[in-house]
């Protein structure tokens, strides 16, 4: 493997790191010993580690019983090494004993303090972020995924804190100065981004899975019953993923760990888990089902990477896919194993992550799900949908194509015979072939090689119907000017209505013809269950019975939501006209689905974010009341006994949905709510809050903002805290979202959490040229805390551009980029360029038929 001129030298060869850290709250420092124990496959003078900000104080090596020490110790800031030299050569097996220095610092990745304030006193506390290439900033190591080798942690504490890794302790001694060595049981064989350690003031909750394994979810102080939900739901996960995969956790203790400060969700460290508060703790009296739904799948994610990802590594971070992908699909697996009752695979994986990323990946700038990576800074930018969520998309896909047993088979062989190693995906690849006897690498050869994905077009011709496929792009004027000879094999499922049984075919041409007799009153729907990752363009004729059959519920859930989502994909894109969509949307009036209605809100407020501020855009606004004011009557304004999960969510869209659209019944409730509110916090019931305060928000003026920022700052819990951050970007005077930009990045916000803040305002349809321009004035703060972040960057710059509609403004912002320094994220800027530009020419083609249509409905 070791061809990439970035990886190290393939001559030395780490099997065990011996670490004993000692970190110093006070001055956020630490002093740290290290033996690696290497295999040395030929002579060499030379050791080359990767290290970052280390000083490094002492070096020697020991081969046999030679004992050197290095003569020269040579810095590479660009490659982020350190080279050991020797006078004589060393080989075999060799172990090079290091003493070194570091910092604790505040950027949340490698070994990083995090604080929260406990009454007036401000507690700190110290953990790690290795993921990707971040373990070298707090010890030197070969940072290479297929470096795997055995830890031996040992931790030097202040008495009274709490220490935190991979496994367990098997040692507590004392130390000089009020310390005390903590040392743990050696780790299995892993990459070092998988290792990690923590130390600060926890609680915990614990629990045992069927196996044994010992469960605990450490939380600081105050919150340890907000690890009640979550330590429950890894039990049964666990559970699950053992059957599943066949193969025990193999460590006896697994520890999921809450952080105040955290740059991503999660992070799957072997054993000690850490999340971000508010995917880990949830508060029984203030935390929505929205929330619970997130923490469940967040779990059920970092779970599926202890066997998916940590037992079974990818070789390189080409393969990311492997671990991100397969993960954010069994995710899905697993929670509906648990909790059957939330229709998780409609409601959250086919509404939200396939479709989100159907539009993500229908950018020319997208990039293929294996994508070769030549330097560190490149792995960030593939921390994205992509790796993620289309890959989880075409994991559902061959699922669903080999069937569940088949799949299930080949992944219990691909993780038995490459555990505790290294694998590619020709790997998994082989072992789904091997179990189903079907060719996956040919039919999956271009889904993870190539970018973007296909949209099948389904003509009637004589006697049956012609299919066309052609790479799909979100605008056309991309597509006009874009030629993709791809050929896709698509596995479809295609049902005929009156018909039970489902035909399944793998159209792998560019066209193809075939033939199937129906009445001038059958309805066709192609890609039954939405399982395959493409598009589908129906005729007007086919488009038409398709409609009668969703007004008459003939058609799933899943596939009634399909369809609008291609409708409005269809549109944005220029393939088809938008009016058509509209007009489709009729057989959709007494809809009760909400992954329905949460794609129909998508696309609706896709096309109204054209026209806002608009002199059109009161008409669109009343039609859209006009489309959710039966659901209204339905979901009522409170809470029902008998209520459950989805029947939660569906009530929170639809108030959302007619409060932004300016429904005066939901304005004057949620004044009256709020009002009670703030007098007694368990009058709103969680599931209530957000529509509440962001529709006081919206319609309020400075003594609302004042309330809710006061409430910001009075609330301990960070769920709480993100529904007030997002109602802060939602008031419409210029002043006031003045006001909340210059908050976004204050000392009352935590970095993490200015994201939160201006996604808040970049839905605030008032504040697009405000928040660019706030952008361009404090760019360097941004870059610096978000340039290396990759999604998290995409987010900032999707964010202070969400306003922007028009191609002159894509030029400003192409212009304003082209005079800044980047160091990365230069994909997340080209994306977003294509965006506005996309949105453009979906605007100019779509405003005239958006007119006519509303002149026909008034």
Request: hydrophobic share 40%; proline share 3%.
């Amino acid at each position: 493997m070791k061809k990439n001129k970035v990886l190290l030298p393939a001559h030395v060869n780490p099997e065990r790191y011996r670490l004993i850290i000692h970190p110093n709250l006070s001055d956020f420092t630490f002093k740290g010993e290290e033996t690696a124990y290497l295999k040395v496959s030929k002579p060499t003078k030379d050791i080359t580690f990767h290290s970052v900000e280390i000083k490094m104080e002492h070096a020697f090596v020991t081969a046999g019983k030679t004992k050197q020490v290095a003569h020269k110790i040579k810095y590479d800031e660009g490659n982020e090494t350190v080279t050991f030299s020797f006078q004589k050569t060393v080989s075999g097996k060799v172990e090079l004993n290091l003493k070194f220095t570091g910092i604790i610092n505040d950027q949340m990745r490698g070994f990083y303090r995090s604080s929260y304030k406990l009454g007036e006193e401000t507690i700190y506390m110290a953990t790690t972020q290795f993921e990707a290439t971040d373990a070298r900033r707090a010890f030197p190591c070969i940072d290479e995924p297929a470096s795997k080798a055995v830890f031996d942690i040992t931790l030097i504490i202040p008495k009274g804190k709490t220490a935190i890794s991979n496994t367990y302790p098997v040692a507590i001694k004392e130390h000089e100065g009020g310390y005390q060595m903590v040392q743990f049981a050696p780790t299995p064989k892993m990459s070092t981004y998988l290792a990690a350690y923590i130390v600060g003031d926890f609680e915990f909750v614990e629990r045992k899975t069927e196996s044994g394994i010992i469960v605990r979810v450490f939380s600081t102080s105050g919150k340890k019953s907000q690890g009640d939900f979550a330590v429950d739901t890894c039990v049964k996960m666990v559970n699950f993923y053992e059957k599943y995969f066949d193969i025990k956790f193999p460590i006896p203790v697994l520890d999921l760990v809450a952080i105040p400060d955290f740059n991503s969700g999660a992070m799957e460290n072997w054993g000690a888990i850490t999340y971000r508060e508010t995917a880990l703790l949830i508060d029984p009296d203030n935390s929505s089902a929205a929330t619970k739904e997130r923490v469940a799948l967040v779990i059920a994610h970092e779970l599926a990477h202890m066997w998916f990802g940590n037992l079974v590594t990818m070789q390189w971070w080409t393969h990311l896919w492997l671990n991100e992908g397969f993960a954010s699909w069994i995710e899905y697996l697993a929670i509906d194993h648990v909790f059957p009752e939330w229709n998780i695979w409609v409601n959250s994986f086919q509404s939200a992550d396939r479709q989100d990323v159907l539009y993500r990946d229908a950018l020319k700038t997208t990039h293929p799900i294996e994508i070769p990576v030549k330097h560190p800074r490149e792995i960030r930018d593939i921390f994205d949908m992509v790796s993620y969520e289309k890959g989880s998309s075409v994991i559902h896909m061959l699922n669903s194509y080999l069937g569940e047993d088949k799949f299930m088979k080949g992944l219990r062989l691909y993780l038995k015979k490459h555990k505790y190693d290294n694998a590619e995906t020709g790997d998994l690849w082989a072992a789904l072939s091997k179990a189903s006897g079907k060719d996956v690498k040919s039919i999956m050869a271009n889904w993870t090689g190539k970018s973007g994905y296909p949209v099948v077009r389904v003509e009637e011709t004589k006697g049956g119907f012609r299919l066309n496929q052609s790479r799909f792009f979100s605008s056309g004027k991309v597509r006009e000017k874009t030629k993709d000879k791809t050929v896709w094999k698509v596995p479809l499922s295609i049902k005929l209505s009156g018909n039970k049984e489902i035909k399944k075919i793998i159209f792998g041409k560019k066209t193809d013809v075939m033939k199937m007799r129906l009445s001038l009153e059958d309805w066709l729907k192609f890609n039954v269950g939405e399982t395959s990752f493409t598009r589908i363009g129906y005729s007007s004729r086919m488009m038409e019975m398709l409609g009668r059959a969703i007004a008459e519920k003939k058609i799933s859930e899943v596939d009634r939501m399909g369809l609008i989502a291609d409708a409005f994909a269809l549109a944005r894109s220029g393939v088809s006209d938008t009016e058509i969509v509209l007009s489709l949307l009729k057989a959709y009036e007494y809809e009760d689905s909400y992954a329905v209605w949460r794609e129909i809100s998508a696309g609706l407020n896709s096309l109204g974010k054209l026209f806002e501020g608009e002199v059109i855009y009161p008409k669109f606004a009343e039609f859209v009341r006009g489309m959710y004011s039966h659901m209204k009557a339905v979901v009522g304004f409170e809470r029902k006994n008998g209520d459950g999960h989805t029947a939660s969510l569906l009530r929170e869209l639809v108030l959302s949905q007619l409060s932004k659209y300016g429904d005066r019944e939901i304005v004057n409730w949620a004044r009256g709510k709020f009002e009670d509110f703030l007098k007694d916090k368990k009058t709103l019931h969680p599931d209530l809050r957000r529509v509440v305060l962001n529709t006081v928000a919206r319609e309020g003026g400075e003594k609302e903002y004042e309330e809710i920022l006061k409430l910001y700052k009075e609330a301990t819990l960070q769920e709480e805290k993100n529904r007030l951050a997002i109602a802060l970007g939602q008031f419409r005077d210029d002043k006031l979202i003045l006001k909340t930009l210059a908050f976004s990045i204050s000392d009352e916000v935590r970095k993490q959490d200015s994201i939160i803040v201006l996604d808040g305002v970049s839905a605030n349809g008032r504040a697009g040229n405000l928040i660019w321009k706030f952008g361009r004035d404090n760019w360097k703060v941004l870059y610096e805390r978000y340039g290396h972040t990759g999604w998290n960057f995409y987010r900032i710059i999707e964010s202070l551009t969400a306003a922007i509609i028009s191609y002159r403004g894509a030029d400003e912002v192409e212009a304003f980029i082209k005079k800044q320094k980047l160091s990365g994220g230069e994909r997340a800027i080209a994306q977003t360029l294509e965006r506005i530009r996309g949105n453009a020419y979906w605007k100019d083609k779509a405003e005239k038929q958006l007119q006519d249509f509303l002149k026909v409905r008034n």
